[in-house]
């Protein structure tokens, strides 16, 4: 199989236009064409993890960190990155990641965050705007069901967990051809009037192009009457963070030894408690301090992320209780949340689990 039938799969779970601005998400190293022996999964690309990928027979690296972020001017083994890239080249392995993009989306990281805690009624944070848009486009009676079903198979009509979603309304359509025209109905100089139905189906704005020219490509017009909403408002299910609910409140003490227990972490880092449980929490993989006034406005007990700062714990201000739990630590779980995900998918080839443990924080 070849790699590029994987990152399809990947791509359409945590679309690259999720991606932050700053991010180096996608293909780093390696030929889409190139086929595939296994796959293995991991947090970093290190040069370890490289050698470990050799050693277990597998050809494909996917990271959820990009080892390159920005552009790299020499390549001499001066510092790991470097030395990565050189070995995944040198031995012909491909470095695939998958990074904010899958921040972004319910179910990837901080979902399987929400899911080791076991929160319940999970959802996003931060909504992102702007990922939806309306289409619609005027199509003769006759040919709607065509143009219809080649907007879907390009990726039109989805609403959370329903497809093929749209809407149609009949009505009458009225042109003239001018000379020069092809016409697939009608003649040169003369007015026609005929059935037409007007259909609306919603989009992820990254699909746009894909959408539109699958629907020109169905269409029997040359000129296809048609346009584009953009800026519909959020979509529940993409955003940045997550919050959720325990089935029972549980004391703060006994919260943070659970946290310590699913994470392995060694300690906590946070500020003062207040009352006596927590039973909101909110969680953002990573370094998610940006998120503070979101979690507090969602009436979380609780925000667990991590990269936070000694002057931001003050920002916290006695409304939450703000904790950082190391960000290996955070993101952990999303080594087996890729391979379980490439896994339910394919099964020609092996897909497994590092056993590099990359994190270059150690508690003493």
């Not at 392995?93 to 080791?116: C, K």
């Not at 076991?118 to 959802?123: A, M, Y």
């Amino acid at each position: 199989m070849k790699l590029t039938e994987l990152i399809n799969h990947l791509e359409k779970w945590a679309p690259p236009a999720l991606q932050e601005s700053y991010d180096n998400s996608g293909l780093i190293v390696g030929n889409r064409d190139m086929e595939i022996k296994g796959v293995l999964c991991c947090l970093d690309s290190t040069p370890e993890v490289v050698q470990e990928a050799l050693a277990k027979g597998a050809n494909v690296i996917v990271a959820h960190h990009p080892i390159v972020f920005s552009g790299m001017k020499r390549f001499n083994g001066s510092n790991y990155i470097q030395r990565t890239v050189e070995l995944a080249i040198k031995h012909d392995v491909a470095i695939y990641a998958i990074h904010t993009n899958l921040d972004h989306v319910l179910s990837g990281v901080n979902g399987r965050i929400a899911q080791v805690l076991g929160l319940q009624q999970p959802h996003i944070l931060r909504p992102k705007q702007n990922t939806m848009c309306q289409i619609v486009v005027y199509s003769p009676r006759e040919h709607t069901q065509k143009v219809s079903e080649a907007m879907f198979q390009a990726g039109a009509g989805h609403v959370g967990q329903y497809d093929q979603c749209s809407f149609e309304l009949t009505g009458r359509g009225a042109f003239r051809p001018l000379e020069g025209a092809n016409p697939s109905s009608g003649n040169v100089g003369r007015r026609s009037v005929m059935e037409e139905d007007r259909l609306e189906v919603i989009a992820h704005t990254w699909n746009l192009p894909r959408i539109l020219a699958a629907m020109r490509e169905a269409h029997p017009y040359e000129e296809v009457a048609h346009f584009v909403v953009n800026h519909m408002g959020p979509e529940n299910g993409l955003g940045s963070g997550l919050v959720g609910d325990l089935a029972e409140p549980i004391a703060v003490d006994a919260f943070f030894d659970l946290v310590k227990e699913k994470f392995g972490v060694p300690l906590i880092r946070h500020t003062a408690h207040f009352g006596n449980s927590i039973r909101r929490i909110a969680v953002c993989g990573g370094s998610g301090f940006f998120l503070l006034e979101d979690a507090v406005k969602s009436g979380a007990d609780i925000f667990l992320t991590s990269d936070i700062k000694y002057h931001e714990f003050f920002d916290a201000d006695g409304r939450i209780i703000l904790a950082d739990i190391g960000h290996f630590e955070s993101e952990q779980h999303t080594i087996q949340l890729l391979v379980d995900h490439i896994r339910q998918k394919f099964t020609t080839f092996a897909t497994q689990l590092t056993g590099v443990r990359t994190n270059p924080v150690h508690y003493y």
